[in-house]
């Protein structure tokens, strides 16, 4: 592969449909859990117009308000303005959610049960998961998404808490960066999206959000005379949302995890108790390549770990360091199987799964957020010690 080429990676706003789907799906999951750690929780969420449909399998002892939970998480997106269509207040709610199957239950449950092999707790699926992690930012993941989602951050705390009266909750970004001999180089174009007010003037929107957005959020030294910005390109964005477009949960991967940069399960995330090693799995593998990196036994590494439903053990992992590891990669799979269970129940002990964390997670990316769990680096200095490393500066 050239290590001279432009790559891209989008992000999306809260206000986003699909994301809207994600956060009422992440709020039922941590209202569960909130209330009982055990709850199995598999919620799917279509925003349409002005409708709400909830569809999955729940099993919780946790007595819940769906309703009430869709309406505070659309309220704390920000849809709460007299010209919403989609409406915190006004959508109609619609829930068709049952029980999990008996059948996948057996499975997961730490229990014998007719067929299974044995009675620790299984996968909650069969899938393959991927883990990512490198050295070109700070949080240890690819440029572009971090860039991308930075913008956005920024654009959803002026709404939220300078309140820009002309703002809306639907908002996308777009980064397209240029390497050169494999590292970050310059930005070569930015784009902005946004849902607006009607009332205010493409100018205005273009100059803000590249000169109080962009300029201040993104590096400077990246910016150049030949760095093109790309503002509303459309000319007008006033009906967004779920108004202007169905949204479904789970339909941005690409944008929760890695940008397109590295590989990812079909899995997606939101709606998922840690059960379901799409997600639990997903974040576990990017919690030890985040280590392998912070332990300086790669500059990049990715790994993939493959699961079986009701089985209590992975079926492979697989680590790529795409020639940059100071030790074989066969090594360095060892030595984290050494040092991190891989198996589904042990997951979501070390990380701490049961409990209502997910709604954080939901927005601009699951990954690089030091409150979360799986972006923690605890056991570098551990990790580097067996593969006979000096220990990584803290």
Known sequence: MSENFIFSSESVGEGHPDKVSDYISDSILDACLEQDPTSRVACETLVKSNHVFLAGEITTKAKLNYENIVRQAIRDIGYTNSDDIFHADHVFVSNILTSQSPDIAQGVDAAAADGKETAEQGAGDQGIMFGYACDQTPELMPAPIMYAHRLLREMARFRKEENVSWMRPDVKS?????????????????????????????????DFCIEEVIRK???????????????????????GGPQGDAGLTGRKIIVDTYGGWARHGGGAFSGKDPSKVDRSAAYFTRWVAKHVVAAGLASKCELQVAYAIGYPHPTSVH?????????????????????????????VTQLNLLRPIYRSSTHYGHFAKPELPWETTAKAAELADLAGLAAPVA
């Open 174 to 206: 777009q980064v397209a960066v240029r390497f050169e001999d494999g590292k970050v180089k310059r930005l070569e174009n930015v784009v902005i999206s946004t849902q607006h007010a009607e009332d205010v003037s493409h100018k205005e929107i273009k």
């Open 217 to 239: 959020q993104l590096p400077a030294d990246l910016i150049t005379d030949e760095t093109e910005f790309l503002i509303n390109p459309t000319g007008k964005f006033v009906i």
């Open 319 to 347: 680590v790529d360091t795409f020639g940059t590891g100071k030790i074989d990669d066969d090594r360095i799979s060892e030595l984290v199987q050494k040092v991190f269970s891989f198996k589904p129940a042990d997951i």
